[in-house]
């Protein structure tokens, strides 16, 4: 066996033990057709008119005849190309999951943003009204004090003319 094919060999038990330690903690992993899918994942998809393990430029003609053009392996290309689907849907819908939840957060950090922001404006009119219910205190109580100082004057006024009636 040559280096090479040692290492294709390493490459593939290496693969089946990460599947297996897969699939036994995550029910979602389909193990039908695992040898297929490992195949695949080590040395590519297979290609139309060619024959793997038989090295470079061995076409189906050459290895099985010229009655075997159409040749197809026993269902192994279409079940793998189903499961490599099957896996892309599951790897979306993770992604879509992930995408969702990512929207959602964002979504109520700006909920809350934007009532903090609101809060914030009615604190700030809060605030403005406060302070213009204090001018307008201030100033009645200003009108007030003048008030009482024009009646005072007023009796004093009256006073000084009494005074000057009676001299």
Do not use: W
């Not at 079940?79 to 979504?107: F, G, P, S």
Request: aromatic fraction near 6%; proline fraction near 2%.
């Amino acid at each position: 066996m040559t280096s090479e094919a040692r290492e294709i060999m390493e490459k593939l038990k290496e693969k089946k033990a990460e599947y297996e330690t897969i699939a036994s903690t995550d029910s979602s992993v389909n193990l039908e057709n695992i040898d297929n899918r490992i195949i695949n994942e080590v040395l590519g998809p297979e290609r139309y008119g060619r024959v793997r393990f038989q090295g470079f430029g061995v076409t189906l003609t050459q290895y099985f005849g010229s009655g075997s053009q159409q040749y197809m392996p026993s269902g192994s290309q279409p079940q793998a190309e189903v499961q490599r689907l099957r896996d892309q849907i599951a790897q979306m819908q993770a992604n879509m999951v992930e995408q969702n939840t990512e929207v959602q957060r964002k979504y109520e950090e700006l909920q809350q943003q934007l009532r903090a922001e609101a809060a914030e404006r009615e604190a700030t009119a809060a605030v403005r009204e406060a302070a213009a219910v204090a001018r307008e205190a201030k100033a009645a109580a200003m009108a007030a004090e003048q008030s009482r100082k024009y009646d005072e004057l007023q009796l004093q006024l009256q006073q000084i003319m009494q005074m000057f009636k009676q001299s």
